[in-house]
């Protein structure tokens, strides 16, 4: 079993939709969790942290932790076309140096 | 405010030849700093991360090396490159231990690298 599991997409979605992006973890001492945008050929780009169990909003973006199902969710609502990118989650534990990413959810919003 | 600068952003090099990426950090001092590597499809693999000067953590045996001889600078090397070195190179920077927001990455603009 991998330590950090993602479903690859593609998910193509119609402009406005509210989107669902999810991981699911093996490890249960990770304690922060992070989603990235990764424009193709770009760097990926942080969009929300979240500190052990409960929910973050921000802007149009919602990320939820589930830390007893060992499951993290991102929502997008009313997506939009520059929305369209790959989205990873990415995760740690309270000691050591080292994030365990996800292999990325490729979204597609179309217009 | 921080930021991090990567390059060359492209790289076309035979079988065989050396390597040489610089990433470099503004703005901060002491940040712990990471490479990594992204394959086509597939996820980040942590190739090393250094929490200072000269000291650098290999995750992966494999034919490259790093090397962080200031304080804001990392650098990915290789004496001969394979064609299995090809992918994107992520160089990322973590806030020093003490800052608030210290748990999270920040990615710079990536080299994609061709062996050939």
């Known amino acids: 079993q991998k330590e950090v599991e993602q479903d690859p997409g593609p998910l193509s979605v119609p402009e406005g939709a509210i989107v669902s992006l999810n991981c699911t973890y093996s490890n249960s001492a990770f304690q922060y969790f992070m989603w990235y945008r990764q424009y193709s050929r770009k760097g990926p780009e942080l969009l929300m942290y979240t500190y052990s169990s409960g929910n973050k909003e921000d802007g149009r973006f919602t990320a939820q932790v589930d830390k007893s199902s060992k499951y993290i969710s991102l929502f997008i609502r009313d997506s939009q076309p520059s929305d369209s990118a790959t989205y990873l989650c990415a995760m740690r534990g309270n000691y050591g140096q080292n994030f365990v990413f996800g292999p990325g959810t490729r979204l597609s919003v179309l217009p | 405010s921080q930021t991090i600068h990567q390059w060359p952003a492209t790289l076309v090099q035979p079988v065989g030849s050396p390597l040489s990426l610089e990433c470099t950090v503004e703005?901060?001092?002491?940040?712990?700093l990471y490479w990594y590597r992204q394959a086509a499809g597939r996820g980040l693999q942590l190739l090393f991360y250094?929490?200072?000067?000269?000291?650098i953590s290999s995750e992966v045996p494999q034919n490259l090396s790093a090397s962080r001889p200031q304080d804001r600078q990392f650098i990915l090397s290789s004496k001969k490159l394979l064609l299995s070195d090809s992918g994107f190179y992520l160089c990322a920077w973590r806030p020093p231990r003490l800052a608030e927001y210290q748990e999270t990455q920040y990615f710079g603009p990536g080299t994609r690298l061709l062996v050939l």
């Open positions: 703005g901060t001092s002491n940040p712990n």
């Open positions: 250094s929490v200072g000067i000269g000291q």
